[in-house]
């Protein structure tokens, strides 16, 4: 395993606030991050927003503002909520900066020293919603409307510079077939497998820079056009790790987590990152990410989410959700409730009864019981184990499968096993005290060794999912902790987590319920 882990959100674009989809990225990003670092690798966790481009122009002069006034106003609502999130990036990078948009001019300009730019003209339909253009056939089978947003088309016909895409989708195919974990989940890769195979032609890269009102990176080479955004946006990655070099301050300064491990991305740019972003870097010849991971999108009770029908989940409504659950509840839904990779409902009602179920019921009365327990029969201090009781290997078979199991879930983004083993640890222990009866045991002075292995059995057990808990609920996990009288280890997670590193005699402290149940 490498030393280093590089993680990217995309950067978001600034023509509206956040949402769920924003967060929901945005957590998976977060817990990858928590969860690599606490196993002790060097991470760097890189998100950012999008700002340039033609929607962005048209969106700043309908509110009557330049595109530079409505980045700025919408970036702080990005930055605000990630604060909220708990999100710990480690660069959050705007492609407005200097540091960006002299990279971006760069590899421009060592595209064209290469040949891999031609001055071309365009004439076709042009969906401005994802700044992408669309072939006839596309268009005319979406009868001329965008597929993503359903709103129209543009038509466009002007000069434009264009990039030599279709030299590298030979490459690219073999790349693909020859790497499985390249693209994910499955279905994915073999969409964008499909579509390559019927041909695609080269990339128009540039527009006319008096359509942008000079906002966005001139072409370095014909300062009468700027770079595509699309072009300029997924070059973030890389300019955000110091690359390439162009004799600067911010020069290499991340250069050691190239290539990324994986992108985190929503489907619908799928395409971009899987395609276009790849073709870029070996025409360039710079190794490619590991992995350009597409989750799936949400809808919201049952339905599309729309501000008309009031189910859409903006970033207020986060907010209330926060305020009644916690922010912890809410990152740990967003994940544990459908499979990364697939789309999923948001629900109220289903929010609840995990909460209730798996959380309440689950993983707190878990720890509630636990340090009772040990407050009633042992004066508040974890005993040490002192007898053999068989039903011990049944919790350590479950937590042998999470800290056996973790490292794979989350190296292919599979949090909801990951979680599914966690809940089998908090499960297998539950079931522990009941097989047991520590209660019945307390009374008989002869069973005093047995009721010890017991109850250190089941702290040792919380003790072990509250540190896997934590990438996901870090102030749960820090809280349940501090009630076993520890605080988080800084030591990697497999060391941290190996059975019987909880010390005996560890004084505990009943706290507040981890989940207060919900009515």
Sequence with gaps: MADTYYVTTPIYYVNDAPHIGHAYTTIAADVLARYWRSAGRDVRFLTGTDEH????????????????ELADSVVVHFQKLWDDLEITHDDFIRTSEPRHERRVQEIVRRLVDADQIYLGAYAGWYDEGQEEFVTESTARDNDYASAISGKPLTRYEEPSYFFRLSRWIEPLIK????????????????EVLSKLKMGVEDLSISRLRE???????????????????????????????GLPRIDDEHDAAAARYWPA??????????????????CMLMALDIELPRCVFAHGWWTSEGRKMSKSLGNFISREVIGEICDEYGVDVFRYYLLRTVTFGLDGDFSRDDLRERYNGELANGLGNLLSRTVNMIGRYCDGAVPAPDADVDAVADVRRAAQALTSGADDAMGSCQFHIYLAHLQGLVAATNRFIDATKPFALAKDDTQRSRLATILYTCAEAVRIALLYLAPFMPATARRGLAQLGLDVSEEPLSVASAWGRLPAGAQTDKGAALFPRKT
């Design 53 to 68: 481009g033609i929607k962005i122009v048209k969106a700043a002069s309908e509110k009557g503002m330049t595109p530079r």
């Design 175 to 190: 790349h693909i077939e020859a790497t499985p974990g390249f693209i994910r989940p499955d279905a994915r890769r073999n």
């Design 211 to 241: 359509k942008l009102g000079n906002w966005g990176v001139p072409m370095p080479n014909d300062e009468t056009h700027s770079v595509y955004v699309w072009i300029d946006a997924l070059a973030n990655y890389y300019s955000a790790c």
């Design 261 to 278: 491990d994986v992108h985190v991305i929503g489907k619908d740019i799928l395409w971009f990152h899987a395609v276009y972003w790849p």
